[in-house]
């Protein structure tokens, strides 16, 4: 293995145009055929960031091989020819390349990065994709960043290990596992630190909220993805980092959903999904879809919501798990009551129940360990919520807070805030005002975005009722709150 991590010293070649991608470009100016590729990512739900430099460099040759979100859109917008007819090389004959020169080579300490990706250099003139500007891409970190595999094997030979450890709890059982190994080939230690990075990052969610964990949770991560691109000694314990590696980038692809960072999350679901599909894992695929769905009906698009949530039941549906079919069920439930089909809807949590109700099995995986009858009772109440059903929704969430392990501070804060935010809406101001005060007593323990804007939407509600002495001593202590950062 050590040999495909070291660049050769051969000279650089220079590149050769890309005449057969510059053909298919026609008439169309550099920044008209960025403008359609970018509309032809949106068809098939990917995000990238082209502009006309990137399609200059691409005819220039400078690019010769598209990182694999641009591949999927150019044999979208070109079906029926591989890349190879548009000019490009096989993947397998650039991995392993060299940074070509001044001014292009990758960050030295990180080279995967998971965050903070906006392109700010976008300089598209196409009046129907200006709102477009802030778009991210789902595999890139910058422009000459085009195969995120070479970028996992560089952060291989700067130390991917260094960068676990700095994390503290979170990276030292990848580092405990990596260290010291006379080969860079994974086995089973490190396969079984991945999986226990992946529980403990749950564990810190589930009691403390989202918002103090995800720039950390990011370097575990990126270790993750090194390791299985160092490749494991035997297939078993590469089946297992593929989906350990998965795994993890919904873990961190939800810390970044519940603390707000939506384009973050998506990129880390994606990521997650390619992984799934890559090693054949339909309970992975499942995972990727269910928590695409979420952030769908977060981020207001629901009919995404409700396609990512069927997707994912047809994924989940060999799997023999009722449990997951009943999550995946209310995922597309919020679908259903975002475009305020509300029969949608209650077919939706009908089958949610139902499936509930014949109990737990041994399929069941890992990861739902939090699904019990008090999330079951809170997404309910969501989609009662989004149907303007104050009172249901309010019964529900209050189920859903006194059923709640109250280990479990995050999700006792999530439950009682939307209790709040439903009694608010229904006309009970202080009913609504005594369960805001019950998140505030929580907030010292818990970090969650999401919770702080519940609140603060609640607020918003309370204020015309702040003679009531619950509501004035509740939006008092709400406003002396410090801001989330």
Request: glycine share 10%.
């Given at each position: 293995?050590?040999?495909?991590?070291?660049?050769?010293?051969?000279?650089?070649?220079?590149?050769?145009?890309?005449?057969?991608?510059?053909?298919?470009?026609?008439?169309?100016?550099?920044?008209?055929?960025?403008?359609?590729?970018?509309?032809?990512?949106?068809?098939?739900?990917?995000?990238?960031?082209?502009?006309?430099?990137?399609?200059?460099?691409?005819?220039?040759?400078?690019?010769?091989?598209?990182?694999?979100?641009?591949?999927?859109?150019?044999?979208?917008?070109?079906?029926?020819?591989?890349?190879?007819?548009?000019?490009?090389?096989?993947?397998?004959?650039?991995?392993?390349?060299?940074?070509?020169?001044?001014?292009?080579?990758?960050?030295?300490?990180?080279?995967?990065?998971?965050?903070?990706?906006?392109?700010?250099?976008?300089?598209?003139?196409?009046?129907?994709?200006?709102?477009?500007?802030?778009?991210?891409?789902?595999?890139?970190?910058?422009?000459?960043?085009?195969?995120?595999?070479?970028?996992?094997?560089?952060?291989?030979?700067?130390?991917?290990?260094?960068?676990?450890?700095?994390?503290?709890?979170?990276?030292?059982?990848?580092?405990?596992?990596?260290?010291?190994?006379?080969?860079?080939?994974?086995?089973?230690?490190?396969?079984?630190?991945?999986?226990?990075?992946?529980?403990?990052?749950?564990?810190?969610?589930?009691?403390?909220?989202?918002?103090?964990?995800?720039?950390?949770?990011?370097?575990?991560?990126?270790?993750?993805?090194?390791?299985?691109?160092?490749?494991?000694?035997?297939?078993?314990?590469?089946?297992?980092?593929?989906?350990?590696?998965?795994?993890l980038a919904i873990s961190v692809g939800w810390l970044a959903h519940d603390s707000g960072r939506f384009d973050d999350a998506r990129s880390h679901y994606a990521e997650a999904l390619a992984t799934a599909r890559m090693n054949g894992d339909a309970g992975l695929e499942a995972h990727a879809f269910c928590n695409m769905a979420f952030l769908a009906r977060d981020a207001?698009?629901?009919?995404?919501?409700?396609?990512?949530?069927?997707?994912?039941?047809?994924?989940?549906?060999?799997?023999?798990?009722?449990?997951?079919?009943?999550?995946?069920?209310?995922?597309?439930?919020?679908?259903?009551?975002?475009?305020?089909?509300?029969?949608?809807?209650?077919?939706?949590?009908?089958?949610?129940?139902?499936?509930?109700?014949?109990?737990?099995?041994?399929?069941?995986?890992?990861?739902?360990?939090?699904?019990?009858?008090?999330?079951?009772?809170?997404?309910?109440?969501?989609?009662?919520?989004?149907?303007?059903?104050?009172?249901?929704?309010?019964?529900?969430?209050?189920?859903?807070?006194?059923?709640?392990?109250?280990?479990?501070?995050?999700?006792?804060?999530?439950?009682?805030?939307?209790?709040?935010?439903?009694?608010?809406?229904?006309?009970?101001?202080?009913?609504?005002?005594?369960?805001?005060?019950?998140?505030?007593?929580?907030?010292?323990?818990?970090?969650?975005?999401?919770?702080?804007?519940?609140?603060?939407?609640?607020?918003?509600?309370?204020?015309?009722?702040?003679?009531?002495?619950?509501?004035?001593?509740?939006?008092?202590?709400?406003?002396?709150?410090?801001?989330?950062?």
């Amino acid at each position: 293995m050590a040999s495909s991590t070291v660049t050769s010293a051969q000279p650089e070649r220079p590149p050769r145009p890309n005449l057969a991608f510059r053909r298919l470009r026609g008439k169309r100016s550099p920044a008209e055929f960025a403008a359609a590729v970018r509309r032809a990512a949106r068809e098939i739900g990917e995000r990238v960031s082209c502009d006309a430099r990137y399609v200059g460099r691409v005819e220039a040759g400078e690019i010769r091989c598209p990182n694999y979100a641009y591949e999927r859109v150019f044999l979208h917008m070109f079906p029926g020819r591989t890349l190879t007819d548009l000019g490009f090389a096989p993947r397998s004959s650039v991995r392993g390349r060299q940074a070509r020169g001044a001014g292009e080579s990758w960050e030295a300490g990180e080279p995967y990065k998971t965050h903070d990706t906006r392109d700010t250099r976008d300089t598209r003139t196409d009046r129907d994709d200006r709102d477009d500007r802030d778009t991210q891409d789902l595999y890139e970190t910058h422009d000459n960043n085009e195969e995120s595999d070479v970028l996992r094997r560089a952060f291989m030979t700067s130390g991917a290990t260094v960068a676990a450890a700095s994390l503290g709890p979170l990276g030292l059982a990848l580092d405990a596992a990596a260290a010291g190994r006379p080969t860079r080939r994974a086995g089973t230690g490190e396969a079984g630190a991945l999986e226990e990075a992946v529980r403990r990052i749950r564990l810190l969610d589930d009691r403390h909220g989202a918002d103090g964990l995800y720039r950390r949770a990011a370097a575990p991560l990126r270790t993750a993805y090194a390791l299985l691109d160092a490749g494991a000694s035997r297939q078993a314990t590469a089946d297992r980092l593929y989906t350990g590696a998965g795994e993890l980038a919904i873990s961190v692809g939800w810390l970044a959903h519940d603390s707000g960072r939506f384009d973050d999350a998506r990129s880390h679901y994606a990521e997650a999904l390619a992984t799934a599909r890559m090693n054949g894992d339909a309970g992975l695929e499942a995972h990727a879809f269910c928590n695409m769905a979420f952030l769908a009906r977060d981020a207001g698009r629901p009919r995404e919501a409700v396609r990512a949530a069927q997707a994912a039941q047809r994924a989940a549906r060999p799997l023999g798990s009722d449990r997951l079919m009943s999550l995946l069920s209310l995922r597309e439930a919020g679908g259903w009551a975002g475009l305020a089909d509300r029969v949608g809807c209650e077919q939706a949590l009908v089958r949610a129940q139902t499936f509930y109700g014949r109990g737990p099995s041994e399929t069941d995986p890992e990861w739902m360990s939090f699904y019990g009858e008090a999330e079951l009772e809170g997404l309910e109440a969501q989609c009662w919520s989004t149907l303007g059903d104050w009172p249901r929704a309010a019964r529900h969430a209050r189920r859903a807070a006194d059923l709640q392990d109250p280990h479990f501070t995050r999700n006792l804060a999530l439950y009682s805030a939307e209790l709040a935010d439903d009694l608010a809406r229904g006309g009970r101001p202080d009913e609504a005002a005594g369960a805001g005060l019950r998140v505030l007593d929580l907030l010292g323990e818990v970090q969650s975005s999401r919770i702080h804007t519940m609140l603060a939407g609640t607020t918003r509600v309370l204020l015309p009722h702040r003679r009531s002495p619950t509501v004035s001593t509740f939006l008092d202590r709400h406003g002396a709150l410090p801001r989330p950062a």
